[in-house]
């Protein structure tokens, strides 16, 4: 009885131990978020159904004109002299004719839709590297979040350690009453700042998690990542020639343009003539059996498709305005995101080498002043201040840097800066 005891703690133990592990955090990686986030966000799977819709049409651009048969029984003579021959002269008529399309339409109807999939498949590629830039930018929100709550808590450590010493010193009458009050309220604001970094980072992960179309509890759901920015950057204008061979909007606008040209050979096809090709196969007395042939060609004397050939001539000019537009756009986005990346790295480069060094240096020496008598509260206090500042911005500039990063992906249209 007392070992079937054991055994049963035990297994109660290991089971209750199941609730802890499911409520664990699960750290994702960028990859893994990018991952989640193509195979769960409901825009991008609205915009390939639009692609399959797209497809779908050239099912539809490539069918062949439907026959038509036609049949008929003349001459019923339900009032003749013989009411139970109503029927006794009737003739049967029978036809058959055909729609045969000249100067390729079929095929000219089939080339613009499939020229309509590679447009739309060009502008749902763009339209992700839009909700990716978004979601990156969410990405390294939540790792500015993460790292300003990392450093907002050893700071706030830093400090209790402070006062642990500066109570002993008050307990062996070195420190005033009113200089360890006044050390004791400071901490208000180490405190303020964790609380300001907690709320910070769980309004980026429920951004996160918005985009990732993801209701995972917020204490379940976590992230990681280098927190850092990369010193060199690629030249201006190899990144202007990447983005002119990557971007999906300048893509999809040449893709318009070749489109249109189609529509417009389309358009001068529709003007032409179309016979119709007939056969019919009657009784008609003396005859006994007969049958006839038949062409029918349309005068298209007035309606040669004029006002669709002047329009589709008219839209390749167009798209073709609008793809100089992107193309100009194209250099604008590079010149920019490349302008304010470069403006950060030059913030970024003293603050690492230079400033932090100077700011951690200066803490330690205020501090081990302060604790043997050599320097005043005044100063510690502003030492802490001005530390705590500069590791914020530090931060701040850090993400800064990455969400300019992120803007130059964009704008070249895939990652040149991991």
Known sequence: MFRFSRRLFAVISIMSCFPQVAAAQNAFTWQQVRDRFEASNPVLRAGEIGIEESRSQEVSAYLRPNPNL????????????????????????????YLHERRHKRELRLES????????????????????????????????????????????????????????????GDLSKVDLYRLQLQRVQF????????????????????????????????????FDFQDQLPSLAELRRTALAARPDLRAALESVDKARTDHKLAVANGSTDPVFGMDYARNPPLPHYFGVSVSIPLRIFDRNQGEKARTDLDIRRSERLREAVETQVYGDVDSAYAALNSNL????????????KATEVREIISFAYRRGAASLLDFLQAQNDYRALQVNYLNLIGAYLIAANQLNMAVGRDVIP
């Open 191 to 226: 405190e303020a700042d964790v609380q300001m970094a907690e709320v910070n980072l769980r309004t980026a992960k429920i951004q996160l998690l918005t985009l990732l179309n993801d209701h995972t509890p917020l204490d379940q759901f976590d992230v990681t990542g280098v």
């Open 113 to 172: 839709a499939r020229k309509a999939t590679t447009v739309a498949v060009s502008q749902q590629q763009d339209l992700e590297r839009t909700l990716l830039f978004n979601l990156h930018n969410a990405f390294s929100q939540t790792l500015q979040a993460k790292a300003v709550l990392a450093i907002a808590k050893q700071n706030r450590d830093y400090y209790d350690n402070v006062l642990k010493i500066s109570q002993q010193r008050r307990d062996s």
């Open 70 to 97: 036609t049949f008929m029984v003349d001459q019923i003579d339900p009032f003749s002299t013989n009411p139970y021959r109503p029927f006794g002269f009737a003739l049967p008529f029978v036809s058959f004719d």
């Open 346 to 357: 030059a913030l970024l480069r003293p603050y690492k080498t230079e400033y932090l060094p």
